[in-house]
C-alpha cells in the first residue's frame, strides 16, 4: 500500500504564501498522475492541481496564476506551491496519485492513493 504524506500547512494571512509537500513511500515516477485536492467544511473535495509522468499540469480556474504543482522524482516528493492566498483557499489538502491509469482527471474518481491531509487556513 502506497504511503503519501502531507506537511506544510498551517494559517497565513491573506496574500501570503505556502508550500506543501506530499512524501510517497514509492518511487512517484511510477505513478501515471499525481494532484492535489482540498476540502472545505461543508462543501466537496474539489481537485486543485494535477501532473503527469510527463510533466503536464493542469489546474482549476480558481488558483490559474497562483498555485504550482511540481513534482520531484528524486526525492518522490510531491509540491504545491502557493501563492497570494485568499480565506477561500483554506480547507483540507490532500495529496492523490494515480497508480492504475485512465484518462487524466482532477475529479476524485481518477485517483486511488490518498494521503491524511494538512491543513491550510487563510485569514483575511
Known amino acids: 500500500q502506497v504511503q503519501l504524506v502531507e506537511s506544510g500547512g498551517g494559517s497565513v494571512q491573506a496574500g501570503g504564501s505556502l508550500r506543501l509537500s506530499c512524501a510517497a513511500s514509492d518511487y512517484t515516477d511510477n505513478y501515471f498522475y499525481m494532484a492535489w485536492f482540498r476540502e472545505a467544511p461543508g462543501k466537496e473535495r474539489e481537485g486543485v492541481a494535477t501532473i503527469r509522468n510527463i510533466g503536464s499540469t493542469k489546474y482549476a480556474d480558481s488558483v490559474k496564476g497562483r498555485f504550482t504543482i511540481s513534482q520531484d522524482n528524486v526525492k518522490n516528493t510531491l509540491y504545491l506551491q502557493m501563492n497570494t492566498l485568499e480565506p477561500a483557499d483554506s480547507g483540507m489538502y490532500y495529496c492523490?496519485?494515480?497508480?492504475?491509469?485512465?484518462?487524466?482527471?482532477?475529479?476524485?474518481?481518477?485517483?486511488?492513493?490518498w494521503g491524511q491531509g494538512t491543513q491550510v487556513t487563510v485569514s483575511s
Open positions: 492523490a496519485a494515480n497508480s492504475v491509469g485512465g484518462p487524466w482527471t482532477l475529479h476524485r474518481e481518477g485517483y486511488n492513493n
